[in-house]
């Protein structure tokens, strides 16, 4: 059974850091590609960060120079550090796995985590 898990959501100030973790199991992680979602209330799941199994990294330009996404794949765990969040950062972020297999796609996600900015 395959289970992505997210943690390390919560209340932040504006101009706050908070990093968000997603343990892996049931999957060979390493050859994954994986990365960060968010969605916020009334607005379409749109992408944050992106790493690919070969470490190659992609941002969404509303967080480029502030979030850095990181894969450890001895532990199967994905991470994203967030510093000077703002409040449209707010939102429920999913952490997901895809990758294609002999022409299937596999394509798996976590149950989210909610991240406030707020004061």
């Known amino acids: 059974q395959v289970q992505l898990v997210e943690s390390g959501g919560g209340l932040v100030q504006p101009g706050g850091s908070l990093r968000l973790s997603c343990a892996a199991s049931g999957i060979a992680f390493s050859i994954y590609d994986v990365g960060w979602y968010r969605q916020a209330p009334g607005k379409r799941r749109e992408l944050v960060a992106h790493?690919?199994?070969?470490?190659?990294?992609i941002y969404a330009d509303s967080v480029k120079g502030r979030f850095t996404i990181s894969r450890d794949n001895a532990k199967n765990t994905m991470s994203l550090q967030m510093s000077s969040l703002k409040p449209e950062d707010t939102a429920v972020y999913y952490c997901?796995?895809?990758?294609?297999?002999?022409?299937?796609?596999?394509?798996?996600w976590g149950q989210g985590t909610q991240v406030t900015v707020s004061s």
């Open positions: 790493i690919t199994d070969r470490g190659i990294t």
């Open positions: 997901n796995a895809e990758q294609r297999l002999l022409g299937r796609p596999y394509d798996y």
